[in-house]
């Protein structure tokens, strides 16, 4: 239910005054969540590391295929939804010492511009997590583009590290070592694919 009310109010702001909002040269994509992964790794008990993911999530993406600078993405994560194989682990980081999803029920991503860096290129927008926005860059890759049984597929990686500290996230317990028992750095990654739903306005 959260991706769909998300999904719907994203396309009603991109597809309002009969749609006159979809840029020209861009297309309107949609995350495909059964093709699509919003993993993150990060060091636990200061020798080795979790990986986790989110499974509940939504996003779309204006694709300008002949100038990706003019191109941008939104999304949102279903904080609850976060999953690392460990029941107890998993309610640990949805609890108030970490992600705290009853105050924060989301983790939100919107895009302010595309930007042509060292043969690549990189999203820049604002990161939400935990009530708290920063902006970051991501560099990412659009993967491909076909049609498939009728359908226009677009494939697409992207990965960005983060500092917990810089969204409120403080939990700093030590192990009997001295090591942290939970990492500051976060290693975020998204690959999937997205579903054409609206062309470029002529």
Do not use: L, Q, R, V
């Given at each position: 239910m959260h991706r769909k009310r998300y999904l719907n109010v994203v396309l009603a702001a991109l597809l309002s005054a009969g749609g006159v909002s979809i840029a020209a040269g861009a297309d309107l994509y949609v995350t495909d969540p059964s093709h699509t992964t919003v993993s993150f790794t990060v060091r636990h008990l200061a020798i080795y590391k979790v990986r986790g993911k989110f499974n509940d999530f939504s996003g779309t993406i204006?694709?300008?295929e002949h100038d990706l600078t003019k191109s941008s993405m939104h999304g949102s994560i279903n904080v609850a939804s976060i999953d690392t194989d460990n029941e107890k682990r998993d309610n640990d980081l949805r609890g108030e010492q970490f992600l705290d999803a009853a105050r924060f029920p989301d983790i939100t991503f919107a895009s302010k511009r595309v930007e042509a860096r060292d043969g690549g290129h990189v999203l820049i927008g604002d990161l939400t997590v935990h009530g708290v926005t920063k902006e970051?860059?991501?560099?990412?890759?659009?993967?491909?583009t076909l049609v498939h049984r009728g359908t226009t597929l677009l494939g697409f990686e992207g990965s960005v590290q983060i500092n917990r500290h810089d969204f409120g996230i403080t939990?700093?317990?030590l192990t009997d070592s001295g090591g942290l028992i939970v990492g500051n750095t976060v290693d975020i990654e998204l690959i999937g694919r997205a579903i054409?739903?609206?062309?470029?306005?002529?």
């Open positions: 204006m694709y300008d970051i860059a991501m560099p990412f890759t659009i993967t491909g939990y700093n317990k054409k739903k609206a062309s470029a306005s002529p």
